[in-house]
């Protein structure tokens, strides 16, 4: 079972990538002030024994943030968060997958009126002389709607919204925890921060922790939203990266509030309302402030929670019509970027669901939806355990057995009903798309999906035709923030003149000011302000594009030179970074060139110096100046182009005849170095088979020399036998008579016997000779030893020597070279011993190449003495260390630095290819060693050799690297 995603719908339009990480975190942060609907009565009825569900919640809520991460950053392009992710974990279950998906998306979009409630409630209690009973209703249909409407001016908007109210509810909540325990703390009023005053009225059973597990689990894991957001983000790795945050969050967050709330809630009525428990719990360390302080953080997290309901909500739908599992509708995107269909179908539910208005029912039924998907999230996890995006794969069925306990018994608990309902209604969301899909009247392009009003179309037609649009829009914003600033005051006088006023009523009606402000920002002057900072990026974008790819130096200079802005081939042009040259007059770049901007003629040439001191170049530099036509802007536009290369180019034309007649002879002379290169190619070819030849010639000579050899002794005897037979002849018979005499006298028998001898021991000497040639060209080329294999070192270097000693030797016009030999005490090295031959050959070569090219340019009476030193050591770190130096002519710098190129050499044409010491280095590579020349041009030079002793595994040997590797 694999985790590829479904295949997309073929009229599926991507997200725009618009929002910024930082505003994806906002989103993140909504679930952790959800904790208002939970914990103050959680704590309340459980006492210490809260924490024993607690606990389990949060630790299942993090490791939710760190799945979801994983999930998020194997499906990137994947919107709507964790319930998507579901539909794909449970990809052989379709239809569970779009029940658990549809579950989640109930319970957020049931958090919308259940916030509106909340508020409302907020909002009467704090105006209760009023009795304002019969505007309830409405007020609470518009707090369900305002979200709705802002979020169908666009998803920035409600960004915006975020980072406005997410600082207030976030931090005061943190605040609230800090302060909470360190008064618990180090109060000397405290009761003790282990000392629990508020203990549970009744014993605590599985059936309790069950029940409140059911709320419980539904705080510790909202904190995943940051998810829905991937698809949409700038930078999706930042946006799943704010998870792990949002997961440690959670432990203050929840633990910590918890812990402050069931030391100070003690005294608490047993009828107090959320509000009143965290206001008796924040008045010990708030004081007077409490009661604002707690106001501010409920309508803070009233409205972030509607905020984050109304902008992932509709990219669940949209990314399961983009998946085949609904209706297409739900994927049509706005121009704007919004989701039209999907946010109608929530503000659908969501009246519904305000209509209704029973609070505790709706919780219930909410909750029952939103286990039901994690259920499904769990389920789909441990079906995956064996893929690497899923993390504790075995305990994800532990949980899937531990959800499914708390969703019966928590939701029969709570109400039988409700939790038949909220099990039920995720079905009929689906029936109902269903329907939708078959009526055969249905269409994606619906008439209600645009609800911008026609006279905030006129108005943004105006604006569109207007010449000075900037300015309408900071008019806007202006009257805006002035109407909502005279509107808070009018509601301050207003409350002060009925003697109802109090800070926090005044702070929930300026907060619920400021969001109607926003909601007529983002369908006014928000989205035309957004599209010109768009328009701007994207601008600025090509215009730096554009800026950096010619290939000119443009410099932006003001009235007295210094250079304002540049493109970056100005460092290439100067060879100075950027930095140093913002800033620094132009005139002190190009020396020839005015102090005084305004007598620049539009075109001029200048021989300018640059680059460092010890490497400073002559450039030739075309400057053109634009004329500065508009006074108002003192500055000047300097196009600065390098025509070095031109006017190189220009000198070369005025002598082309004289240039072309050289260029014929260079390619002459070109084309004979070139058939003299082939023909060296060529014999470098043939070279390379010597070690073959040498083997084959080797073997061949072996049998009959040996034979030969072998022979010779015998024939010593022999011979001896017969010369003393002769010998017995001559003193038994001294007058042999007369045709022996003349036989003797024709064959000088006396110079015979004496000379005879001496011929046999030459001709033992000269088979021993050849045997030991033999051996030395067989010991040389190695070819019957294809694999590695330990071998003496130094044997090898002797093998050499031997078959270069006739260039050793003196002879006409032609000094002795004397080889002293330092050989350390080197163990058997493991190695390719042909190949090693081969650079011991080479190099050695090279050496008694450089002594006679000094030879050659020596004078007579300079007494120059060939001299090659042959060295060898071992060192601590398994390497052996071979050194062959000369004293011959040297090498250059420049040289040493190219010598192991290929087709590289520093000896005269026709006399070298320059391919022996790249292949040696080659060959020293291959047995993951190091070659090196240290040389002194007039004194010598010395080549190091350092392998291991060894030899690692190699991947080819070296015949096959120079044809495969």
């Known amino acids: 079972m694999s985790l590829s995603p479904s295949p997309k719908a073929p009229s599926q339009q991507s997200l725009p990538r618009r929002m910024t990480a930082v505003e994806t975190w906002g989103f993140g942060l909504s679930g952790h002030i959800s904790w208002f609907s939970t914990l103050p009565l959680l ?27 994983r999930l998020g950053e194997r499906w990137v392009g994947v919107a ?22 549809i579950g989640y998306w109930i319970a957020w979009v049931s958090t919308i009126p259940l916030n509106a409630i909340v508020f409302t409630d907020l909002i009467q209690s704090s ?80 059936f309790d922790w069950a029940k409140w597990m059911f709320f419980a689990l539904w705080v510790t894991t909202a904190c995943e939203t940051t998810a829905s957001f991937v698809a949409d983000s700038q930078n999706p790795r930042q946006t799943l990266n704010f998870l792990k945050i949002a997961a440690w969050l959670i432990l203050p967050v929840t633990l910590g509030i918890s812990w402050v709330l069931v030391n100070l809630t003690s005294a608490a009525p047993a009828n107090a309302s959320v509000f009143e428990l965290v206001r008796i719990a924040a008045v010990p360390f708030w004081g007077q402030g409490a009661s604002l302080g707690v106001t501010l953080m409920l309508a803070c997290a009233c409205l972030l929670n509607n905020a984050t309901a109304v902008a992932n909500t509709p ?63 769990f389920f789909g996890l441990w079906l995956q355990r064996r893929t690497p995006a899923v993390l504790w794969s075995t305990w994800w069925l532990v949980w899937t057995c531990i959800i499914g306990f708390v969703i019966a018994i928590g939701g029969w608990f709570w109400g039988r009903q409700d939790l038949l309902i909220g099990l039920t209604l995720p079905a009929l969301v689906l029936l ?98 957004l599209a010109i900072d768009e328009a701007r990026e994207r601008a600025e974008s090509l215009f ?41 007059y132009l005139w002190e770049l190009i020396p020839t060139l005015s102090q005084v901007p305004s007598q620049w ?164 000497e000269g088979t021993r000779r050849i045997k030991e040639i033999v051996l030395g060209l067989r010991n040389f080329s190695r070819l019957d030893e294809a694999e590695s294999k330990l071998v003496n070192i130094h044997e090898g270097l002797e093998n050499t020597l031997l078959i270069l000693q006739h260039r050793l030797r003196p002879y006409p016009n032609h000094c002795h070279i004397q080889v002293v030999k330092s050989y350390g005490d080197l163990p058997l090295v493991e190695c390719y011993p042909g190949q090693l031959n081969q650079v011991f050959m080479n190099l050695l070569a090279n050496a008694i190449d450089a002594i006679e090219d000094r030879i050659a340019k020596a004078s007579q009476n300079d007494g120059f003495q060939g001299l090659i030193t042959i060295s060898t050591s071992f060192d601590k770190s398994d390497q052996a260390r071979i050194s062959i130096a000369d004293n011959g002519s040297g ?33 020293i590579s291959q047995h993951h060693g190091a070659l090196s020349c240290n040389s002194t041009p007039g004194e010598g030079t010395e080549f190091v050799c350092i392998i291991p002793v060894k030899l690692q595994k190699l991947n080819c040997s070296f015949n096959e690297s120079r044809s495969e590797c």
């Open 43 to 69: 704590t309340v009825a459980l006492g210490a024994n809260s924490f024993t569900v607690l606990i389990p919640a949060v630790l299942v809520g993090m490791a939710i943030n760190f799945q979801v991460k």
């Open 80 to 101: 709507g968060g964790t319930p998507n992710y579901v539909t794909r974990l449970l990809k052989s279950y379709p239809g569970l997958g779009r029940y658990a998906a």
């Open 127 to 206: 105006i209760a002389p009023l009795k304002l009973d019969s505007f309830r209703f409405g007020l609470q249909l518009v707090l369900t709607v305002l979200p709705y409407l802002l979020a169908f001016s666009g998803t920035r908007s409600l960004a915006i919204l975020h980072l406005f109210f997410v600082v207030p509810a976030v931090g005061l909540s943190l605040i609230f925890c800090a302060q909470g325990l360190s008064w618990l703390a180090f109060s000397p009023d405290s009761p003790g921060l282990f000392v629990f005053t508020h203990q549970p009225a009744a014993a605590f059973s599985l």
């Open 315 to 377: 990219r669940i739908l949209y990314q399961l019509s983009c998946d085949r599992l609904i209706a297409p509708i739900f994927s049509v995107i706005s121009r704007e970027g919004v989701l039209k269909p999907a946010l109608w179908a929530g503000l659908v539910v969501s009246l519904g669901f305000s209509v209704w208005g029973d609070l505790a029912r709706i919780v219930v039924i909410a909750g029952t939806g939103w286990l039901a998907s994690f259920l499904g999230l």
């Open 432 to 529: 109902a798309d269903r329907i939708l899909v078959s009526l055969p009247t249905f269409s994606i392009r619906l008439p209600f999906l645009s609800i911008l009003p026609k006279s905030v179309q006129r108005i943004r037609v105006i604006q569109s035709k207007h010449h000075d649009f900037f300015m309408i829009q900071v008019i806007i914003l202006l009257l805006l923030v002035c109407g909502a600033t005279v509107v808070g005051w009018t509601m301050k006088s207003w409350l002060v003149s009925l003697s109802i006023y109090r800070n926090d009523l005044f702070a929930v009606l300026l907060i619920l000011i400021a969001f109607i402000a926003i909601t007529i920002a983002g369908w006014t002057s928000l989205p035309q302000i």
């Open 544 to 584: 730096i594009a554009a800026f950096d790819t010619v290939p000119d130096t443009i410099l932006v200079v003001d009235q007295e030179g210094v250079i304002q802005q540049t493109n970056t081939s100005v460092e290439s042009l100067f060879q100075e970074p950027l930095q140093h040259l913002l800033g620094r």
């Open 601 to 764: 003629i539009s075109k001029s040439e200048h021989d300018v110096r640059v680059g460092s001191s010890y490497k400073a170049q002559t450039q030739s530099i075309e400057a053109t100046v634009s004329i500065r036509s508009n006074h108002q802007r003192q500055e000047y536009i300097v196009i600065l182009r390098n025509i070095t290369e031109r006017k190189r180019t220009e000198q070369t034309l005025r002598q082309s005849e004289s240039a072309f007649r050289q260029q014929a002879k260079e390619l002459h002379q070109a084309l004979e170095q070139l058939q003299q290169a082939q023909s060296q190619l060529i014999q470098t070819e043939k070279m390379s088979s010597l070690g073959q030849m040498t083997a084959g010639i080797a073997h061949e000579i072996n049998n009959p020399v040996n034979f030969i050899h072998g022979n010779v002794d015998y024939i010593v005897n022999y011979v001896k036998g017969l010369l003393s037979l002769v010998s017995a002849y001559r003193q038994q018979y001294p007058q042999p008579g007369d045709k022996i005499e003349a036989q003797i006298e024709d064959i000088d028998l006396d110079f015979l016997l004496n000379d005879f001898p001496k011929l046999m021991h030459s001709l033992q």
């Open 891 to 923: 090498i250059s710098p420049s040289a040493v630095e190219k010598l192991f190129d290929p087709f590289f050499t520093t000896k005269p044409i026709g006399k070298g290819t320059g391919l022996g010491l790249s292949i040696s280095y080659q060959i």
